[in-house]
């Protein structure tokens, strides 16, 4: 702005100088017009006159008329008519630069001049002559002269320096106010548009920083400060989000702790069990494996024997014996190589609830279900699975007559099954109000040969069942509690992955050649 200012007032000066200058030449041009028949005629006093009364207005600061030799011959100062210019006077040395030279014409800026203060124009004339001149009645003027004179001017250029500096005033003036105000302008638009939302970004983002997730940047504007708000906004809404995750997690923590390391006893409960299962199973193997083939050698002779018609009825009775106590020790051994055999299952699609209805038809009819309430709750939309049918039928008639002994009072026993989409498994429940079985058992019931039926009991069926339902891919869980019943809760995978084998239970082929 200062730039143009400064280029505006410097064009305007030089347009007031031009048009000064113009004005000023175009005045000498009036005055010789003017005195032009004045001095054909030779009338000098009116000649004089005119140039008292031109003297007369403030422009005009001096004006005059010189002959030959510089002598003044009209003047708007009347005392210095007669007098006589040298070269060196201040008037003549516009066009006179030197003794020898003369300008003709002298550059228009070059005749503006401050004197004291003032700036005045010099405007010089030449007067030449002319046929008029040279055939008037007063004969002052030969032919052969060329130049009979000059008009010496001084134009005062007050006004126009007036003006300039009355024009420089304003330009400076409205410049400053514009200044002023694009200034203020500036101002309030950055405070505004930028400090403001700079400065609430900061104190949010300060906010933030102690500790206050919940700094937000108040209605955000639509510009790049605004996106930065927002975006502030968005990092403070995850940033606390997380933190309440963080801290909900920190509460539940412990709970999850609980329930993973619960879930934790119960694998290891399971791995010590299958463990204790496969040491047995080897062990139980060797013994079956060794003791079956002479047991079956002395039930055949001890049968053989006892068929013979002369034999004392008293030896006779000592054999019926002796087979009756070694088919009993013959069951057991049959018991152990079926809990330690490795058979692989003969597995078809079979449906879970056909084998407990057929079960159930086998066993219900034993005199230990007379006063037992059975319900039957099976799943209509059961899959069919792969399984081994037989298995799985030893496994529920072992569950079934568990339940019915441990109710001889009577009771409830309830079966369902229910087929778990989520989990694609078919969950199993066998429930009765029995006798229940107490805590230092409840680890226990499947281990081989824990039994608690003293004389009626060998403690091998749950055992065997265990393995069944192990190498079907399934889980078996109890629940129990004295005096009010049990509960076996089986989950049987749709899609099991198939014969695990019991290769771990011992000689598996050897035994069942046995
Ligand atoms: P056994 O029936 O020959 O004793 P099991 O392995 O089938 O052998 O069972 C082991 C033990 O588990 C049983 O002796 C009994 O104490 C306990 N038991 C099994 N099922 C039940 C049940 N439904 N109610 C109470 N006790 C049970």
Redesign the pocket.
Known sequence: MLTSSYFHITQVQKIFAETSIQDADALADLLLRNSYHLMLENDRYNLQLMMEEVGESKRIKRARILGREGVVSFSTNADEVGSVLVIQDESCTFCHISESEALVNVPAQDRIRTLSGYQYMNVTRGIYNEPNCSTAACHAHPPEQEKIGVLDMVISLDQMAYLTHVHHNDVLLSTLVMLVLLSVGHYLMTRRYICKPIEGLLHETKALAQGHLNARVVNPSRDEIGELGHSFNQMAENLEHAQEELRDWGATLEQKVDVRTAEMQEIQNQLIRSAKLASMGELVAGIAHEINNPLTGILMFASLSSKHKELPPQVKDNLDLIVAETGRCAKIVRGLLEFARESVPEKTPSSINTIISQTLELVSHQSIFQDVDIVCQLGEDIPEIELDADQWQQVFV?MII??GQ?MPQGGNLTITTHFLEAENSVHITIE?T????SRE?LDR?FDPF????SQK???????VTYGIIQNHGGKVDVQ?SEGVG?RFSILLPVENPGWTGTGDRGEGKDNQDA
């Open positions: 072992n568990n339940a441990a009765d029995g006798t229940g079985i058992h019931i824990f039994t608690t039926k009991g060998f403690g091998l069926g749950l055992s129990s049990t």
